[in-house]
């Protein structure tokens, strides 16, 4: 949890433009308005990139800002259910 407490101070601080790579598009996420909050909340975010097995997706600031790339992030409904053993 640290992380992303150290994430964010960061990209709050930074001069720089980021580009926040995340492993498939649950890994920030699956609530399309959580995304455009963020990205709204984080000005120095310049574009989100999604490695999703075999590909990667990159989205604009912009993009995320209008809601166009974000319905991709809604991939997952529920958590996997696991056996009860």
């Known amino acids: 949890m640290t992380f992303i407490v150290d994430f964010i101070l960061f990209a709050q601080t930074t001069q720089h433009p980021?580009?926040?790579?995340?492993?498939?598009?649950?890994?920030?996420?699956?609530?399309?308005?959580d995304i455009?909050?963020?990205?709204?909340?984080?000005?120095?975010?310049?574009?989100?990139?999604?490695?999703?097995?075999?590909?990667?997706?990159?989205f604009s600031r912009k993009e995320l800002m209008q809601?166009?790339?974000?319905?991709?992030?809604?991939c997952r409904t529920a958590p996997v259910e696991r056996s009860q053993l």
Request: net charge negative; aromatic share 12%.
């Open 36 to 58: 455009e909050d963020f990205i709204e909340y984080l000005p120095s975010i310049h574009s989100v990139v999604v490695y999703n097995g075999h590909h990667f997706t990159t």
């Open 18 to 33: 980021i580009r926040l790579v995340v492993q498939d598009y649950a890994g920030l996420s699956t609530d399309p308005k």
């Open 67 to 74: 809601g166009s790339g974000t319905q991709e992030f809604k």
